[in-house]
């Protein structure tokens, strides 16, 4: 999971795709539904079950590995497929939510993340995710009163998952310290 802190002059996450990060579309993509269809018309429904959860898992993997290598445009291309094949798939949903956010598609990424929040209102890396793709998108307003409710629900620093810690605290420095916005100080 990669939550950014907010954007200072110590911190500026990349938030757009830049043209390193466009790679050719890779066409196995294809071929890894054909396969698909072959695995559920030749196997057993026994074996079909736990091979469709394998292919699901490797295309995770795959997905993660291209994140970590820097290419999250590519990671969206191999997670769009694994929830196209499951859509159902929580882990998956949340995978191209993360993906999306890494590759700057801001728009379908705060998309992604309210989907989630939906489906899970009490995951705290969900929600604070939520407000992070808000602050990403645009939409400050929203993201102040989003970590405000995320600060508010989840208050106890104690319980927070510690790879939410720190960058949690940068948003709680960024709202407590930011000078007002400028519809503020225009009111």
């Known amino acids: 999971m990669s939550l950014f802190g907010p954007i200072t002059s110590e911190f500026n996450p990349k938030t757009k795709v830049t043209q390193h990060d466009r790679v050719a579309p890779h066409s196995h ?3 890894i539904l054909a396969w698909c269809s072959e ?3 030749e196997t057993e429904l026994g074996q079909k079950t736990l091979q469709w959860s394998e292919l699901l898992n490797a295309l995770e993997a795959v997905a993660v590995w291209l994140l970590e290598q820097g290419r999250p445009s ?3 291309k191999v997670i769009e497929t694994a929830t196209h ?3 159902s798939e929580k882990r ?5 939510a993360v993906a999306l956010t890494a590759s700057g598609e801001h728009s379908r990424a705060l998309s992604s993340w309210q989907r989630l929040c939906e489906l899970t209102p009490h995951d705290a890396e969900n929600q604070l995710m939520l407000a992070q793709a808000l602050h990403m998108s645009g939409d400050t307003s929203a993201a102040r009163t989003s970590f405000q409710l995320w600060f508010s629900t989840w208050s106890d620093f104690d319980q927070w998952p ?3 810690k720190e960058p949690a605290m940068q948003w709680y420095r960024w709202l407590n310290f930011s000078p007002p ?3 503020f100080m225009s009111d």
Do not use: F, N, R
């Open 39 to 41: 695995l559920m018309t």
């Open 92 to 96: 998956l949903q949340k995978c191209l």
């Open 85 to 87: 094949l499951s859509p």
């Open 181 to 183: 916005s400028a519809s």
């Open 162 to 164: 510690i790879g939410l």
């Open 74 to 76: 590519d990671a969206v």
């Open 29 to 31: 993509l294809d071929e």
